[in-house]
Structure formats: C-alpha cells, structure tokens
C-alpha cells in the first residue's frame, strides 16, 4: 500500500521561509516524477512545482518561481520544497503528488496519481 505523508507546513509571518518534506512508503520512487499542488481557501488544487525522476527537469509556477525550490531524496524516498520570502497569497494546504507528468512549461497529473493528506501552511502579513 502506498503512503504519502508531508510534514514542514506552518504558521508564518511573511518574509519568512519553510521546508516541506514527503515521505513516500511503499513504492521505489525511482522512475516516479514527484509534485507540491497547492489549494487556496475557495480555489481548487494547483501545481506549485514538480520535478522528474532523474531530476534533470523541474517546473515551477510563475508564484513560486524564484522564490521556491523543488528537491528530492529517492534513497530516503523523500521530496522537499523549500519556500523563501513567504507572501499571504502563498497560504493554503500544499499536497504531495507521485506520478506527474512534468517538463519546464507545465505539471499535469497522471491517470492514477497518488496524494497525500496534506500540510497547512499559513502566511500573515
């Protein structure tokens, strides 16, 4: 049985930084590409950013771009997004995502991704 477990998410004064972390049990993360999708209060799930298998690709949304940073462990079987100058309209529960298609320009969810509970993360000006 797969598990998905994020961790990191919390409460902030903007300007500040977190790190989120997935831990993926169940699978070889090897050959899986990984993703951080967010969902505001109100909005449907986004994605924030992903990455490839081979970590030679990486996606990030225009929010995100030069702010947040997408890595990941597969001998720990674990993902990371570290998220600096944090802004109020980063707030929302950010979801770890296995199985995406991803390249530079866009970060789609396959047919039968697998998804995590969740991590709040809250941005106060």
């Known amino acids: 049985q797969v598990q998905v477990v994020e961790s990191g998410g919390g409460s902030v004064q903007a300007g500040e930084s977190l790190t989120l972390a997935c831990t993926v049990s169940?699978?070889?993360?090897?050959?899986?590409?990984l993703g951080w999708f967010r969902q505001a209060p109100g909005q449907e799930r986004e994605a924030v950013s992903c990455?490839?298998?081979?970590?030679?690709?990486?996606y990030y949304d225009v929010s995100a771009t030069g702010r947040f940073t997408i890595s990941r462990d597969n001998h720990k079987s674990t993902q990371y997004l570290r998220m600096d100058n944090l802004t109020p309209g980063d707030t929302g529960v950010y979801f770890c995502?296995?199985?995406?298609?991803?390249?530079?320009?866009?970060?789609?969810?396959?047919?039968?991704?697998?998804w995590g509970q969740g991590t709040q993360v809250t941005v106060s000006s």
């Open positions: 995502v296995v199985d995406l298609t991803v390249n530079q320009n866009f970060c789609q969810l396959s047919a039968r991704p697998f």
């Open positions: 169940g699978l070889t993360l090897e050959r899986h590409n």
């Open positions: 990455i490839n298998w081979r970590e030679t690709i990486t």
